[in-house]
């Protein structure tokens, strides 16, 4: 089979809007040469998009013309490795909007990463890297996401203290068993507010789950100011949180 063709049925296999890059197209490095070739061809003819070196999309039309990919998955090829393993992922402004905890929306995004610092800056996108506090994977970077709004409760812009503590409970309540285990494991790597943050809202939303490796982490003697009204969130007081 032609390389062109071959580059054409597996473009044609996806879905318009979304991003791919080369390892998507299963090449073969002997393939490469004449790889790019055809996508540099189908660029010209219109069919794909490049929105960076090696990152490409395809165009999504509508009523009211072409449609550019939203902002998470001209990002998406950069979370992760050659080798299509998660190292990285949104976070800030764009994900506390995403979850509503604020209405703002953001200029540049931020992505956590363990080992990696990632920067963007295209015509489409622009992002500036965070440090992860664990290693990212696909299976823990939402909970890291959650525990990332703890960490900036007080300073993520236009929040209202009492709407956020109904969305984080919501938030935490459809984690599964497993996942509220996880993630008070995951906080013990975090700043001790927002282990106890963590606490608070664990014990608010699931009396089974044991807490008791987030109070081993925890100054008994410290406390902290979040601004939470117990009357919102009655378990902030067992967490020496005002």
Do not use: C, H
């Not at 990002?75 to 998660?86: A, H, M, T, V």
């Not at 965070?130 to 939402?142: I, L, M, Q």
């Amino acid at each position: 089979m032609k390389i062109s063709k071959k580059i054409k049925e597996k473009i044609e296999m996806l879905k318009p809007g979304n991003t791919f890059t080369y390892k998507q197209l299963d090449l073969q490095p002997e393939e490469y040469s004449a790889g790019t070739k055809a996508i540099e061809r189908l660029i010209r003819d219109g069919v794909i998009k490049r929105i960076s070196t090696g990152i490409f999309y395809i165009p999504k039309k509508s009523i009211f013309g072409e449609l550019k990919p939203s902002d998470e998955e001209l990002i998406k090829p950069y979370l992760f490795n050659k080798n299509g393993e998660r190292i990285a992922y949104i976070t800030g402004t764009s994900f506390y909007n995403s979850i509503g905890l604020t209405t703002q929306i953001p200029r540049i995004i931020k992505i956590a990463s363990r080992d990696k610092r990632i920067y963007i800056s295209t015509k489409n996108v622009k992002a500036t890297p965070v440090k992860s506090y664990v290693d990212v994977t696909d299976s823990n970077y939402n909970l890291l996401q959650i525990l990332d709004a703890l960490k900036d409760f007080k300073s993520i812009q236009d929040l209202n203290i009492d709407s956020a503590i109904l969305v984080l409970k919501s938030v935490l309540s459809k984690l599964s068993f497993e996942e509220k285990q996880d993630i008070i494991q995951f906080a013990t790597y975090y700043p001790p507010r927002v282990i106890a943050f963590l606490g608070a809202l664990m014990e608010d939303i699931d009396i089974n789950i044991n807490t008791n490796l987030l109070k081993k982490n925890l100054n008994p003697l410290t406390k902290y100011k979040l601004g939470i009204n117990s009357s919102i969130l009655p378990s902030v007081t067992n967490w020496n949180i005002k």
